[in-house]
């Protein structure tokens, strides 16, 4: 997974067919779990690039 900021979030989009963007604050525990989850989805997902 990589960070996005408003630098490269158009360019992402604008280049891929899907594109899953999790938002989350680093003091919620619910957007914790998530990274957690996705970062466990990522390698059975059939993905080109991973963001």
Excluded: F
Aim: aromatic fraction near 6%.
């Amino acid at each position: 997974m990589q960070t996005l900021d408003q630098d490269n979030l158009q360019e992402i989009v604008a280049n891929n067919d899907t594109v899953v963007v999790q938002y989350m604050a680093s003091w919620c525990g619910n957007c914790r779990l998530m990274k957690l989850n996705l970062k466990n989805l990522l390698p059975k997902m059939r993905i080109l690039h991973s963001y």
